[in-house]
C-alpha cells in the first residue's frame, strides 16, 4: 500500500491508498461527525452529515467523507460556509423526524439548526440503517430490514426471524441514535412473541 | 437456419433476400407500435389480411407489422410501399377500399391523406408531411422498413454489416477511438462521451467484462428507447455486440422495463434470432469472439435507470445507488468492469462504424454531435416520437415538426429532461438544443423527454407534480433526497392550496440548494431541478399564490372559482345539466347560479358555456360575487313581451 499526501483543512495529511478521507481526518485527529457511519459496518453514506468540501480534478464539489477515497493532492475542507450550511439543513430535515435525540441535538447546537423549522413528521426513525446493517453484517442474522422507498421507506423486524433471534440479542439497541428502534421492537416482540411481552408486563 | 459463419457469406446471405424480394410488389406496412397498438393497429392488421385473402392477393401484396414511425397523434398509421403513400387514423372498415382502390387501382384516397392545417394541401408521400419532412431519422427511419420480429428485414437494409466490419477489418482499440473520434454522447441523460467510457472500461484490468443496455426508461411522458427497442432491436443489439468486441467484453444485459411487454418480446426474440444466425454465440462471423446477452426486466423503478442501482438490481438486490467512484467501468457488476450505455447510445453505434465517425461529427453543435430522439408530448398538435440533429431550436421543433400550439393558446414553457429537467420559456426557444446549451438555461437534455405547455399550465403544479413522482421514486437512502423531497413537496402543495406563507421561495431554494450538493445520486442531485428552475423563470406565478391567494393559470383548485355572470347568461341549460355535481340551480328563463359549497371546481361549466354567451367567469384572488335575488332570476325576453 503506497502512501498518498493529501490536505486536509490545511494540513498535511499522510494516508494509505484505499483509506477514505473519513479514515484519513480522524488518524491526523480531525473531527468529521457522522450519523450512519460504524467501524464495523462497510461505509453506507446515507445520512450525509459526513460531506466535505473536496477540490479534485479542477472542481470544487461537496463529497460524503466515509466513502469518498484518498486521492494525491486532494484538498479538503471539513468546514465551510457550505458544508456548515449544507449540515443545518440536513440536521434541520431529520430534527423533523426525531427532535429528542441526542446524536442530533448535540450536532444542531454546534451548526444551529432548528429543530421547530420543519413540522413534526409522524417516524421516529431518521434511516441511518445502522440496526439493518449491524444485523446484516455483523450478525448475519437479516432480522430487520428496509421496508418500500422513497418517503415510504421505513425500517421493520421480520417477525419470523424476529421471534428466533432478538430476544437474546438486542445488539442494535444501543446503536439506534433515535428511540424508534425499540418501539418497532416492541411492536414486534408483541406480534411475534406474546408469551414474553405478557410475562414483563405482568411482571411473572 | 442458415449459420452465416464468415463476413463474405454474410453479403452473400444478404444479396440472396435483397434478390427474393421484389421491390416494386406493393406491401402494406402498418405500425404495430405501442401507440397505434392502442388505437386498435392489431384489428386494421386483420382487416388487411382478411381483405387480401378476399381479393385473393395474399401473394401478390405484402403485409408488414412494424415498429413506432413516430406520427402516434395520427394513429393507426399505415404506408404502403413502394410509392410510400402515408395514410392517418386508418380504421379497420378503411381495408377494402385501400386494397381495391390504392393497391389495385393505384388510385389515392384523400381523405386518409395528411391535410396541412396552414395550406389545406393533402400530402400523400411519407416524407413530405412537415412532421417528418423537418426530421432527421437515423435511428427510427427504418422502424417503418421492416418487421422488428425479422431479422431478414434488418439484414434486408443492410444489417450486421457494421459488425462484420468491426470483426473483419477493425482491432478492437479501433473500434474505441472510432467511436471517440465520433464525438457520441450517452444518450441517457448526463451526457458522458461514450468513447471515453469504452476506453476505460477496455483499460480497466478485471475479467470477466460486461456489457449493459440501460433500457429502464421511466421518464413520465418518455418512450424514445421504448420505439427504438420495440421497433428496431437489432439495431442496438448489433450496438452492443460491436461494443462487447471493442471492450473485451463476452457477456451482455439487457436491462429492461417490465411495462413494457413487447419491447421485451421483441429483443428477446432478436437475441434468439441473431443466436440462430451465427450473430451471437461462439466464434462470430468466423472471427473468434464469442459473445452471449441476456434480458433482465426492471421492476419498474425510476431509480433504477441510474447506472449504481441498475446494476446493483441486476445482481438482485435492491435497487438503491451507490457512490461514484468507483466508476462501472472499473467496479461495476459483480465487481467487474462494466460498460453501461443507453439504449439510443448503442443504436448509434453501427451507424458509426459502417460509415465513418464524420457520420456523426457532420451532424450537430461543437458539443453535441449526430441526432437526437425526443418523445413531443403536451399542447403540441403533432405528438409523437422525433427524431432531430443536435443544434436545431426549441421552437423548429415545437412549430415546425410539432405543428405549433393547439386551439390557438399561448404557448408558455417546454419541459426537457423528464422530472430532474427544467421548464424552458419563450425568451429560450431559439437555444440550439444541445447537451451544454439546455444546461446554460437550467434545463437537461435528459434522456429526451420533452413537456409542451400552454398558457393553461401552472407552474406551481407542474413542479408539485414532478416532486409528487420523485417523492415516491427516490430509492430513499440518503437524507438529503429522501427528506429534502418530501419537505419541497409539502411547502408546493401548501402554497398551490393558498396556504403559502412569505419566505416559503427562499426556504425552497435553500432545500433544494442542499439536496443538490448533498445527495448520493444523480436523481438526488437533479430532483429540485424543477423547482429551481420554475422559480428563476415564473417567480411570479409563486408570487401570486403566495401573496394574492391567486393562481394564474386557473389550475390549482383550492385558489379558483366559478361564476355564472347575470347579465350574460341566458338560461341556455346547459351547464346546468352537464354539472357533475349538480351546483348549479335555476331553469328555464331563470339566471343559472352555483352553489360554491358543492361546486368542485371541474371547469365543465366554463368549458360548455357557449361562446356566444361566455357567461361563465374564472376567479382566482377576488372573492365571488354574491349571488343575485331569487327574484331577480327571471329573463324576461322583450320580443315575447308583446
Given at each position: 500500500m503506497s502512501e498518498i499526501l493529501l490536505q486536509i483543512d490545511g494540513r498535511e495529511v499522510e494516508a494509505k491508498e484505499g483509506m477514505t478521507i473519513l479514515e484519513a481526518a480522524r488518524s491526523a485527529g480531525i473531527f468529521i461527525p457522522t450519523l450512519c457511519h460504524h467501524e464495523k459496518l462497510d461505509p453506507y453514506g446515507a445520512c450525509r452529515i459526513c460531506v466535505v468540501e473536496a477540490d479534485a480534478g479542477g472542481k470544487t464539489s461537496l463529497v460524503a467523507s466515509c466513502l469518498y477515497p484518498v486521492e494525491k493532492n486532494l484538498v479538503v475542507r471539513t468546514r465551510s460556509e457550505k458544508v456548515d450550511k449544507t449540515r443545518k439543513m440536513i440536521l434541520e430535515l431529520l430534527l423533523?423526524h426525531a427532535?429528542?435525540a441526542p446524536a442530533l441535538q448535540d450536532l444542531a447546537k454546534e451548526y444551529g439548526a ?11 426513525c431518521i434511516l441511518c440503517g445502522l440496526c439493518v446493517r449491524y444485523c446484516t453484517e455483523v ?7 428496509f ?6 421507506r ?18 442494535c439497541?444501543p446503536l439506534c441514535p433515535t ?26 | ?189 448526463a451526457?458522458f462521451?461514450?468513447?471515453k467510457k469504452?476506453e476505460f472500461a477496455?483499460k480497466s484490468p478485471g ?96 431509480v433504477?435507470?441510474e447506472e449504481t442501482s441498475l446494476l446493483r438490481?441486476?445482481e438482485?438486490k435492491p435497487g438503491e445507488p451507490r457512490a461514484r467512484p468507483p466508476y462501472p467501468a472499473v467496479k461495476g457488476l459483480w465487481e467487474k468492469p462494466t460498460?453501461i ?79 430532474s ?53 427516490s430509492c430513499g437512502k440518503c437524507s438529503p433526497c429522501r427528506e429534502g423531497i ?24 435553500e432545500i433544494a440548494e442542499a439536496t443538490r450538493d448533498a445527495s448520493l445520486c444523480a436523481l438526488g442531485g437533479t430532483a429540485p431541478n ?113
Amino acid at each position: 500500500m503506497s502512501e498518498i499526501l493529501l490536505q486536509i483543512d490545511g494540513r498535511e495529511v499522510e494516508a494509505k491508498e484505499g483509506m477514505t478521507i473519513l479514515e484519513a481526518a480522524r488518524s491526523a485527529g480531525i473531527f468529521i461527525p457522522t450519523l450512519c457511519h460504524h467501524e464495523k459496518l462497510d461505509p453506507y453514506g446515507a445520512c450525509r452529515i459526513c460531506v466535505v468540501e473536496a477540490d479534485a480534478g479542477g472542481k470544487t464539489s461537496l463529497v460524503a467523507s466515509c466513502l469518498y477515497p484518498v486521492e494525491k493532492n486532494l484538498v479538503v475542507r471539513t468546514r465551510s460556509e457550505k458544508v456548515d450550511k449544507t449540515r443545518k439543513m440536513i440536521l434541520e430535515l431529520l430534527l423533523a423526524h426525531a427532535p429528542d435525540a441526542p446524536a442530533l441535538q448535540d450536532l444542531a447546537k454546534e451548526y444551529g439548526a432548528d429543530k421547530d423549522r420543519f413540522a413534526k413528521e409522524s417516524l421516529f426513525c431518521i434511516l441511518c440503517g445502522l440496526c439493518v446493517r449491524y444485523c446484516t453484517e455483523v450478525k448475519k442474522k437479516n432480522a430487520i430490514g428496509f421496508f418500500d422507498r422513497g418517503a415510504r421507506r421505513e425500517i421493520s423486524f421480520i417477525p419470523e426471524i424476529a421471534s428466533k433471534e432478538c430476544w437474546n440479542c438486542k445488539e442494535c439497541f444501543p446503536l439506534c441514535p433515535t428511540s424508534y428502534l425499540q418501539a418497532a421492537y416492541h411492536l414486534t416482540e408483541a406480534l411475534a412473541f406474546p408469551r414474553h411481552s405478557i410475562k414483563c408486563a405482568t411482571g411473572k | 437456419m442458415p449459420r452465416i459463419n464468415s463476413p463474405a457469406e454474410l453479403e452473400e446471405f444478404r444479396k440472396d433476400i435483397i434478390s427474393k424480394r421484389d421491390p416494386k410488389r406493393p406491401c402494406i406496412a402498418v405500425c404495430t407500435g405501442t401507440g397505434c397498438l392502442a388505437l386498435g393497429a392489431a384489428k386494421v392488421v386483420a382487416a388487411f389480411k382478411e381483405e387480401l385473402k378476399k381479393q385473393g392477393l395474399q401473394r401478390k401484396v405484402d403485409i408488414r407489422e412494424t415498429g413506432c414511425p413516430g406520427f402516434c397523434e395520427r394513429g393507426p398509421l399505415i404506408v404502403i410501399h413502394p410509392e410510400e403513400i402515408c395514410y392517418l387514423r386508418v380504421q379497420p372498415g378503411d381495408a377494402e377500399e385501400i386494397v381495391s382502390q390504392t393497391i389495385l387501382a393505384k388510385k389515392i384516397i384523400d381523405r386518409l391523406l395528411y391535410v396541412d392545417p396552414i395550406t389545406g394541401e393533402k400530402i400523400v408521400r411519407e416524407s413530405e408531411i412537415p412532421f417528418y419532412k423537418n426530421q432527421m431519422r437515423h435511428l427510427i427511419g427504418n422502424n417503418i422498413k421492416i418487421d422488428p420480429k425479422s431479422i431478414d428485414d434488418y439484414l434486408a437494409v443492410g444489417g450486421y454489416s457494421a459488425l462484420a466490419k468491426a470483426l473483419g477489418q477493425e482491432t478492437p482499440e479501433q473500434v474505441v477511438e472510432m467511436v471517440k473520434d465520433s464525438n457520441l454522447r450517452g444518450r441517457g441523460g448526463a451526457g458522458f462521451p461514450a468513447g471515453k467510457k469504452w476506453e476505460f472500461a477496455r483499460k480497466s484490468p478485471g475479467n470477466p467484462k460486461y456489457v449493459v443496455v440501460n433500457a429502464d426508461e421511466g421518464d413520465p411522458g418518455a418512450f424514445m428507447d421504448r420505439a427504438v427497442l420495440e421497433g428496431n432491436p437489432f439495431s442496438v443489439l448489433e450496438g452492443l455486440t460491436i461494443g462487447a468486441y471493442a471492450i473485451g467484453s463476452h457477456e451482455g444485459y439487457f436491462y429492461v422495463r417490465q411495462e413494457y411487454p413487447l419491447a421485451v418480446e421483441n429483443v428477446t426474440l432478436a437475441i434468439k434470432q441473431a443466436e440462430e444466425y451465427g450473430f451471437l454465440g461462439k466464434n462470430i462471423l468466423g472471427s473468434g469472439f464469442d459473445f452471449t446477452v441476456k434480458v433482465h426486466r426492471g421492476a419498474g423503478a425510476f431509480v433504477c435507470g441510474e447506472e449504481t442501482s441498475l446494476l446493483r438490481s441486476l445482481e438482485g438486490k435492491p435497487g438503491e445507488p451507490r457512490a461514484r467512484p468507483p466508476y462501472p467501468a472499473v467496479k461495476g457488476l459483480w465487481e467487474k468492469p462494466t460498460n453501461i450505455n443507453n439504449v439510443e447510445t448503442w443504436a448509434n453505434v453501427p451507424l458509426i462504424v459502417t460509415n465513418g465517425p464524420e457520420f456523426l461529427t457532420s451532424i450537430g453543435t461543437k458539443g453535441s454531435k449526430g441526432t437526437k430522439i425526443f418523445s413531443l408530448v403536451g399542447k403540441v398538435n403533432n405528438t409523437g416520437l422525433v427524431e432531430v440533429p443536435m443544434g436545431i431550436t426549441l421552437r423548429d421543433i415545437i412549430y415546425k415538426v410539432g405543428g405549433g400550439i393547439p386551439g390557438g393558446k399561448k404557448f408558455k414553457a417546454v419541459q426537457t429532461g423528464g422530472p430532474s429537467g427544467g421548464c424552458i420559456p419563450e425568451e429560450h426557444l431559439d437555444i440550439k438544443v444541445d447537451f451544454d446549451e439546455l444546461k446554460k438555461v437550467g434545463a437537461i437534455m435528459g434522456s429526451g423527454g420533452m413537456i409542451v405547455m400552454d398558457e393553461d399550465t401552472c407552474m406551481v403544479d407542474v413542479a408539485r407534480y414532478f416532486l409528487n413522482f420523485l417523492t415516491g421514486e427516490s430509492c430513499g437512502k440518503c437524507s438529503p433526497c429522501r427528506e429534502g423531497i418530501r419537505q419541497m413537496l409539502k411547502i408546493l402543495t401548501k402554497i398551490s392550496e393558498g396556504k403559502g406563507k412569505e419566505g416559503d421561495i427562499e426556504l425552497l431554494e435553500e432545500i433544494a440548494e442542499a439536496t443538490r450538493d448533498a445527495s448520493l445520486c444523480a436523481l438526488g442531485g437533479t430532483a429540485p431541478n424543477p423547482v429551481l428552475n420554475t422559480i428563476r423563470y415564473f417567480r411570479d406565478e409563486y408570487e401570486a399564490h403566495i401573496k394574492e391567494k391567486r393562481c394564474p393559470a386557473y389550475v390549482c383548485k383550492d385558489l379558483i372559482s366559478y361564476h355564472i355572470d347575470p347579465d350574460k347568461c341566458q338560461a341556455c341549460m346547459i351547464c346546468l345539466r352537464k354539472c357533475p355535481a349538480q351546483a348549479i340551480s335555476g331553469g328555464k328563463k331563470q339566471i343559472h347560479v352555483i352553489d360554491q359549497e358543492k361546486c368542485t371546481k371541474c371547469g365543465t361549466c366554463f368549458e360548455v358555456c357557449p361562446a356566444r354567451f361566455d357567461a361563465v367567469r374564472r376567479l382566482s384572488g377576488v372573492p365571488v360575487p354574491p349571488p343575485i335575488p331569487e327574484e331577480a332570476r327571471m329573463i324576461v325576453r322583450e320580443s315575447k313581451q308583446k
